[in-house]
């Protein structure tokens, strides 16, 4: 068993002042002032955390069994693919991506093209090319091992504080604490954080990092994680079965679901545009590569006009791709819609169909129908072509059905 936690005799600023006394008196209590207020905080247990978290984690592919070492590569790649994505999202994804390159130095050695590929379908396509700069610097400059400390861990590409700690922590067993938002739920709750997010963020490490033993770093944080996930869920926490249920400030006040505080977020600005759907005669789809760097850089996509947020539907076609013979153009029924992080975008399809032996535009490519899934086409080309086409979703596992009944010649 591990020993209670003691917090610092200065705990930080804007924590709640009305705390409720501690659960236990046998626990360590920490007292300061803020402002003119007395502070006292009754720090939870970690071992009780940790034991809660040997009956209760969650079997996940890329973590060690109990007594097993965690392969960094599996820690990594993992952590990398769940940033602002769902568990049951990533997990075909990491299987298809272990399957084809089962450690670093095979990931290091694919072209770019063919990691895009197959992350096509998970989003935040950043990611994808930074794992890819990622793989080959660690080949390049650590002989294929990945560091084991947290400010070695930080300069590699798409490796930031959260990541870091995570590998460190989970793969090395360095005290380390990343927080991401499952834990920075807890950690607001527990502690009646008052201060909105993301003005909140430094606090919330502060006091991660005060609850993080010398000892099993990496099941605290895994366990940390999976209390978040699974039981101080955003709505409707199962407070009952937590194990820190009575050291809760937020339950306490009998609304924990008030917790983390959030500042409402401005207004994003709608931009809209236009596709063009152009299926040749022989089922082939017109479609180019997008620019390495940007927005979606590197993916393959459907000929687009500008997105903008004064898009004139009326002129659409005037940036419709230019071919040596095709029948007019219609418009397909139904909008696209998409979220990205900074906007939401708007898209109408406009589709035509070509002859059999007309050339693509300059910069472009036909790719045919059956084999669209095989390119590194993001989630919103599969939407433009879903809508084109009447393919079915699998929502699970995020793939298409083309059929191309609807434009066939």
Request: proline content about 9%.
């Amino acid at each position: 068993m591990h020993s209670p936690l003691e917090l610092s005799k200065t705990p930080p600023s804007r924590l709640a002042l009305k705390r409720r006394k501690p659960a236990s008196p046998t626990r360590g209590e920490a007292t300061g002032a803020c402002g003119s207020d007395e502070l006292s905080i009754s720090p939870p247990n970690a071992a009780a955390l940790l034991a809660w978290y040997a009956r209760h984690r969650r079997s996940l592919p890329w973590r060690a069994g109990a007594g097993e070492r965690a392969d960094p590569y599996r820690v990594w790649l993992s952590e990398i693919m769940l940033q602002q994505t769902r568990v049951s999202a990533v997990l075909p994804y990491y299987a298809k991506f272990l399957a084809r390159w089962p450690n670093v130095r095979a990931l290091a050695a694919e072209p770019l093209g063919e990691v895009l590929k197959v992350w096509a379908g998970l989003g935040y396509y950043a990611r994808a090319r930074n794992l890819h700069a990622c793989a080959r610097a660690v080949v390049e400059r650590h002989g294929g091992e990945f560091p084991r400390e947290e400010s070695a861990l930080r300069t590699l590409p798409g490796i930031g504080r959260y990541t870091a700690a995570a590998i460190a922590a989970i793969a090395f067993g360095r005290r380390a604490t990343p927080v991401d938002g499952n834990v920075e739920r807890v950690i607001a709750r527990l502690f009646q954080v008052e201060t909105p997010f993301p003005a909140a963020k430094p606090e919330f490490h502060r006091l991660a990092q005060m609850l993080t033993p010398k000892t099993r770093a990496g099941d605290f944080a895994q366990a940390m994680m999976d209390l978040g996930a699974t039981i101080c869920t955003p709505l409707a926490p199962a407070c009952a079965l937590c194990p820190w249920m009575a050291d809760c400030g937020a339950r306490a006040t009998g609304d924990p679901e008030r917790f983390p505080q959030r500042k409402a977020k401005p207004a994003q600005t709608l931009r809209r545009g236009a596709a063009f759907f152009v299926m040749r005669a022989d089922r082939s789809i017109l479609v180019r590569t997008r620019p390495p760097r940007g927005l979606l850089g590197g993916m393959t996509e459907l000929p687009t006009t500008a997105w903008s947020a004064d898009f004139e539907e009326s002129r659409s076609l005037d940036e419709a791709p230019l071919l040596s013979s095709r029948r007019p153009w219609r418009r397909v029924p139904g909008i696209v819609a998409h979220v990205f992080t900074h906007f939401p975008l708007e898209l109408v399809v406009y589709a035509t169909n070509v002859a059999r032996d007309t050339p693509p535009p300059a910069g472009m490519r036909f790719v045919p129908l059956e084999r669209l899934q095989e390119e590194a086409l993001p989630n919103l080309m599969r939407k433009v072509v879903a809508l084109a086409t009447g393919a079915r979703v699998d929502r699970t596992t995020r793939s298409y059905r083309w059929s191309a009944t609807r434009h066939q010649n």
